[in-house]
Antibody, heavy 120, light 107 residues
């Protein structure tokens, strides 16, 4: 079955750019939407945005000015860049397939998540 | 943005109990409501879509209901593996938003 794995630095300095990659295995990145979702320590989930296999994107307005999603179909990967990070961006970052299910827009499966800490 | 509010924030229960978690939306979302289960240190697991449809492989003791602005997740007879945090997610429009979570703990 499809599996997702996040990778990237676990520590980013304040004001710099957070960069993460999600590698999809067991299936093709084509014909699906792919999302990034984050969870600050001890808090709830925040959808960051999605990218379709065609390259079209949709970002959460709260982060839109700082976020860029991209994909590399040759490597079956998609990526997240978040610039000008602050301590408020410290979170576990998850990649997930979705929104899926036609108009039902669920997220499944998810990667295991990677903790990114923003340091001053 | 559509705000999702869950209640209670935490809940203590015993194995075998029936529990219900409520999720309210700040505006009508029809039945565009999904539920997830998250265990400590793990990614969320998708349980229910369209307010009441179980994802494949999810035990039948889980059920969902509701429409409009009020939804519930019910676990019919709690099993040890059900103690976790549960999140609702509206899928009506972007930005997709989640409730703050309900932590289900063992009494």
């Amino acid at each position: 079955q499809v599996q997702l794995q996040e990778s990237g630095p676990g520590l980013v300095k304040s004001s710099e750019t957070l960069s993460l990659t999600c590698t999809v295995s067991g299936g093709s990145i084509s014909s699906y939407y792919w999302s990034w979702i984050r969870q600050p320590p001890g808090k709830g989930l925040e959808w960051i945005g999605y990218i379709y296999y065609t390259g079209s994107t949709n970002y959460n307005p709260s982060l839109k000015s700082r976020v860029t999603l991209a994909l590399d179909t040759s490597k079956n990967q998609f990526s997240l860049k978040l610039n000008s990070v602050t301590a408020a961006d410290t979170a576990v970052y998850y990649c997930a397939r979705g929104p899926s299910g036609g108009s039902w827009n669920w997220f499944d499966p998810w990667g295991q998540g990677t903790l990114v800490t923003v340091s001053s | 943005d559509i705000q999702m509010t869950q209640s209670p924030s935490s809940l203590s229960a015993s194995v075998g109990d029936r529990v219900t978690i409520t999720c309210r939306a700040s505006q009508s979302i029809s039945i565009y409501l999904n539920w997830y289960q998250q265990k400590p240190g793990k990614a969320p697991k998708f349980l229910i879509y369209a307010a009441s449809s179980l994802q494949g492989g999810v035990p039948s003791r889980f059920s969902g209901s509701g429409s409009g602005t009020e939804f519930t997740l019910t676990i019919g007879s709690l099993q040890p593996e059900d103690f976790a945090t549960y999140y609702c997610q509206q899928s009506y429009r972007t930005p997709y938003t989640f409730g703050q979570g309900t932590k289900l703990e063992i009494k």
